[in-house]
């Protein structure tokens, strides 16, 4: 098992420029969630998805959309990158079996916006 | 909101030292809470969950207790080594399983 998978590693966008971050899980997870880490503000939620087909918002969603493409992807999008939005951005999964709701973490994607 | 608080924010001790990291959060209503480590540079490794109606977990020299009553986690680590040294971050599980973090406390246990 790989886990849970992110793509690319590393990015540097100019201002205004669009990505999107791919982010698999091969562990038959119901949930996935995107987060943000910023030094002094330690890992924030951007979207999650609770199941297949349905996504919300989370803390700081602004900036972001999100597409659950079947039960293993979820990936995010930004739009018009702005320098704000440099950041590591971490991918997980977890199932909601008998209230466990262990979350798993992807590898990270080292965002640079110029 | 929930909100999640480590104490210290940094730590560092000589190697061989038990040690204990803090964590509190504001809303009891928890699913559970999860402790991570986080080498510098690298993702998130899942070290112990704590279910709500539990009060404990162990993992070979970690152990982590749970008081949702007082919104108190503790990770206590026991004969430190140098490569222990990482961020400790915990964090709670509420609604949707959604996690709120703490902050982390970035260990430094020293031969």
């Known amino acids: 098992n790989a886990g849970v998978t992110q793509t690319p590693k590393f990015q540097v966008l100019k201002t205004g420029q669009s990505m999107t971050l791919q982010c698999a899980q091969d562990m038959n997870h119901n949930s996935m969630y995107w987060y943000r880490q910023d030094p002094g503000m330690g890992l924030r939620l951007i979207y999650y998805s609770a199941s297949e087909g349905t996504t919300d918002k989370g803390e700081v969603p602004n900036g972001y959309n999100v597409s659950r493409l079947n039960k293993r992807e979820f990936s995010l999008r930004l739009e018009s990158a702005a320098p704000s939005q440099t950041s590591v951005y971490f991918c997980?999964?977890?199932?909601?079996?008998?209230?466990?709701?262990?979350?798993?973490f992807g590898p990270g994607t080292r965002l640079t916006v110029t | 909101k929930q909100e999640v608080t480590q104490i210290p924010a940094a730590l560092s001790v000589p190697e061989g030292e038990n040690l204990v990291l803090n964590c509190s959060f504001t809303?009891?209503?928890?699913?559970?809470l999860q402790w991570f480590r986080q080498d510098p540079g690298k993702g998130l490794t899942s070290l112990l969950l704590?279910?709500?109606?539990?009060r404990e977990q162990t993992s070979g020299r970690l152990n982590a207790s749970l008081d949702k009553s007082s919104g108190r986690s503790t990770l206590y680590i026991a004969a430190s080594q140098p490569g222990d040294s990482a961020t400790y971050l915990c964090a709670a599980a509420s609604g949707y399983s959604t996690l709120t973090f703490g902050k982390g406390t970035m260990l430094l246990v020293s031969p």
């Open positions: 997980a999964s977890s199932v909601r079996d008998r209230g466990t709701h262990e979350q798993y």
């Open positions: 704590i279910q709500s109606s539990q």
């Open positions: 809303d009891s209503a928890i699913y559970n």
